[in-house]
Nanobody, 113 residues
């Protein structure tokens, strides 16, 4: 089993920045690609960024968010810059481009003045 724990969310003003972290533990040896997903109420989770050998971003976050990974520590990070109210979501990590692990609790990002 793989356990995923997201952290780093919180309240930030529009235009501000946050850094999210994902700690993975368990049977992660064969996982090649990690991604960050976001979910709005009543919506499916959507993949916004993932990284295997190189980082890949979807258009809504490209140029503003930066995904990185530390294989030795089994961690994945997401630096979020120039945050907008529309970025206020619960963020999750999982394998990508298809999720295969049980979802963690997520970390909530709130963007408000």
């Amino acid at each position: 089993q793989v356990q995923l724990v997201e952290s780093g969310g919180g309240l930030v003003q529009p235009g501000g920045s946050l850094k999210l972290s994902c700690a993975a533990s368990g049977m992660t040896f064969n996982i090649r690609t990690w991604g960050w997903y976001r979910q709005a109420p009543g919506k499916q989770r959507e993949l916004i960024a993932y990284v295997g050998n190189i980082p890949i971003y979807t258009a809504p976050v490209r140029g503003r968010f930066v995904i990185s990974r530390d294989n030795a520590k089994m961690m994945v990070h997401l630096e979020m810059n120039s945050l907008k109210p529309e970025n206020a979501r619960v963020y999750y990590c999982n394998t990508a481009p298809e999720w295969s692990c049980q979802w963690g609790q997520g970390t909530e990002v709130t963007v408000s003045s």
